[in-house]
């Protein structure tokens, strides 16, 4: 590669990071824009908030399912394949979801396509961002879950700002169309790392010991197994202190605008977070990094349970949101560090699908913890628990050896 190759490689990666963060940024906030249109929706329909609501959970589902196959697929056909189709479809769904005329309609094209299309975008961008760094890897990463984490702060309000002016058919339409006419274009910069382009494509750009691999032993290994279960058992951990910290702060005494408030802070504290434990993970190791921050984060949903004022809610939530969007980006770099790069959308797309599935049984078990204890306080004692077994798997976990060079031949 001659110089002028190099510099421009080295300038473009930066490009992909950016596309990276705003791709996410947008296609995740189209998503979460449905919790600022719940109550609209129910209104004009006459459908049931929980009925509307529901439409959010078949997306965590339709996104852990599809994960790993859009992953596969950007292995086989390129990121710039996957996710040009994915913000495609995802703008068609969000137009199609806003001339639902039943309820059914509406959870199955929300639900499904949109969730299906929005997991099209992590996997692949991730495993493509990663491809690109050498050095600054868990930064480059970081930053574009930075972005992804920025949907709160931007569409969210967009949304809300659209939902006073217009009905709540119009205002989806007009984030459909914004998500079409900013993320296709945006998705033709995306490129593959360029390790996996020309003649060299299917060789090893690290010569790791483990470049033989297939798809299916790197599924079957204990260091796939490790990250997948670390995974899930990390996003259990703060997925119920996420969902229902809200509703515990109200039971406190405080009021709904000042509990909501809370969750600002959490997501302001998160940008700085994942940039920080990015920061921190090219210097000290991202496996290091990730193994200190689940044990940090498994005390941080515990300290939810001591606080009463407002005030305390506002300190638990900036250190918790500081640890626990730092933590996420990791995965995918100790990924890269353990797998070949020719099969990295399958291998982020599996730990995304246990994330997601993470996720998703936080409402639920907070939930039936409240309705039988008719208190939240075991959430977050059952979330200590659960955060130390995602630091204790994540303590097993052992890299691959890496390749040795093989010593010079003795002269004759």
Same mark, same amino acid.
């Given at each position: 590669?001659?110089?002028?190759?190099?510099?421009?490689?080295?300038?473009?990666?930066?490009?992909?990071?950016?596309?990276g963060?705003?791709?996410?940024?947008?296609?995740i906030?189209?998503?979460?824009? %449905?919790?600022v =249109?719940?109550? +609209?929706?129910?209104?004009?329909?006459?459908?049931?908030?929980?009925?509307?609501?529901?439409?959010?959970?078949?997306?965590?589902?339709?996104?852990a399912?599809a994960?790993?196959?859009w992953g596969?697929?950007?292995?086989?056909?390129?990121?710039?394949?996957?996710?040009?189709?994915?913000?495609?479809?995802?703008? &068609?769904?969000?137009?199609?979801?806003?001339?639902?005329?039943?309820?059914?309609?509406?959870?199955?094209?929300?639900?499904?396509?949109?969730?299906?299309?929005?997991?099209?975008?992590f996997?692949?961008?991730?495993?493509?961002?990663t491809?690109?760094?050498?050095?600054?890897?868990? %930064?480059a990463?970081?930053?574009?879950?930075?972005?992804?984490g920025?949907?709160?702060?931007?569409?969210?309000?967009?949304?809300?700002?659209?939902?006073?002016?217009?009905?709540?058919?119009?205002?989806?339409?007009?984030?459909?169309?914004?998500?079409?006419a900013?993320?296709?274009?945006?998705?033709? %910069?995306?490129?593959?790392?360029?390790?996996?382009?020309?003649?060299?494509?299917?060789?090893?750009?690290?010569?790791?010991?483990?470049?033989?691999?297939?798809?299916?032993?790197?599924?079957?290994?204990?260091?796939?197994?490790?990250l997948?279960?670390?995974?899930?058992?990390?996003c259990?951990?703060?997925?119920?202190?996420?969902?229902?910290?809200?509703?515990?702060?109200?039971s406190?005494?405080? +009021?709904?605008?000042a509990?909501v408030s809370?969750?600002?802070?959490?997501?302001?504290?998160?940008?700085g977070g994942?940039?920080?434990?990015?920061l921190?993970?090219?210097?000290?190791?991202?496996?290091?990094?990730?193994?200190?921050?689940?044990?940090?984060?498994?005390?941080?949903?515990?300290?939810?349970?001591?606080?009463?004022?407002?005030?305390?809610f506002? *300190?638990?939530?900036?250190?918790?949101?500081?640890?626990?969007?730092?933590?996420m980006?990791?995965?995918?770099?100790?990924?890269?560090?353990?797998?070949?790069?020719?099969?990295?959308?399958?291998?982020?797309?599996?730990?995304?699908?246990?994330?997601? %599935?993470?996720?998703?049984?936080?409402?639920? *078990?907070?939930?039936?913890?409240?309705?039988?204890?008719?208190?939240?306080?075991?959430?977050?004692?059952? *979330?200590?628990?659960?955060?130390?077994?995602a630091?204790?798997?994540?303590?097993?976990?052992?890299? =691959? +050896?890496? *390749?040795?060079?093989e010593? &010079? +031949?003795?002269?004759?």
């Open positions: 590669m001659s110089h002028a190759e190099f510099q421009t490689q080295s300038s473009y990666r930066w490009v992909i990071v950016a596309a963060g705003l791709l996410g940024c947008i296609a906030g189209a998503m979460f824009s %449905l919790p =249109f719940l109550v +609209p929706i129910s209104r004009d329909t006459g459908w049931s908030v929980t009925g509307v609501s529901s439409a959010m959970t078949i997306g965590f589902v339709a996104m399912l994960s790993m196959i596969t697929l950007s292995d086989r056909w390129g990121p710039r394949v996957v996710v040009s189709i994915g913000s495609a479809v995802l703008a &068609a769904a969000l137009a199609l979801a806003s001339q639902a005329t039943s309820l059914i309609e509406f959870q199955l094209v929300f639900g499904l396509a949109v969730g299906g299309a929005t997991a099209a975008i996997a692949p961008m991730m495993a493509c961002v491809g690109w760094f050498d050095t600054h890897r868990s %930064l990463v970081s930053l574009v879950s930075a972005g992804m920025m949907a709160p702060m931007t569409m969210s309000p967009f949304a809300a700002w659209l939902v006073t002016i217009y009905d709540w058919r119009t205002s989806l339409l007009i984030i459909a169309a914004l998500a079409g900013v993320m296709i274009p945006v998705a033709l %910069l995306v490129r593959r790392p360029p390790a996996l382009e020309g003649p060299a494509a299917g060789a090893s750009p690290d010569g790791e010991q483990q470049s033989a691999m297939s798809v299916g032993q790197a599924m079957r290994s204990p260091q796939f197994i490790i997948f279960l670390t995974n899930f058992f990390c259990a951990t703060h997925s119920g202190p996420i969902f229902h910290t809200v509703s515990y702060a109200i406190c005494g405080i +009021p709904m605008i509990a809370i969750y600002s802070v959490e997501g302001l504290a998160g940008m994942r940039v920080a434990f990015g921190f993970g090219d210097r000290f190791g991202a496996k290091r990094v990730l193994v200190s921050g689940l044990l940090l984060q498994a005390f941080g949903a515990l300290a939810y349970f001591f606080v009463r004022d407002l005030g305390a506002y *300190a638990v939530a900036a250190v918790f949101g500081f640890i626990y969007a730092g933590v980006p990791l995965y995918a770099v100790i990924a890269r560090e353990n797998f070949p790069l020719r099969m990295m959308g399958t291998v982020i797309g599996g730990t995304a699908m246990a994330g997601s %599935l993470g996720m998703a049984t936080g409402p639920l *078990a907070g939930g039936l913890i409240y309705d039988t204890f008719a208190s939240y306080g075991w959430l977050y004692i059952g *979330a200590w628990g659960i955060g130390i077994g630091f204790l798997i994540a303590l097993t976990f052992r890299p =691959f +050896p890496k *390749a040795k060079a010593p &010079a +031949p003795l002269p004759a």
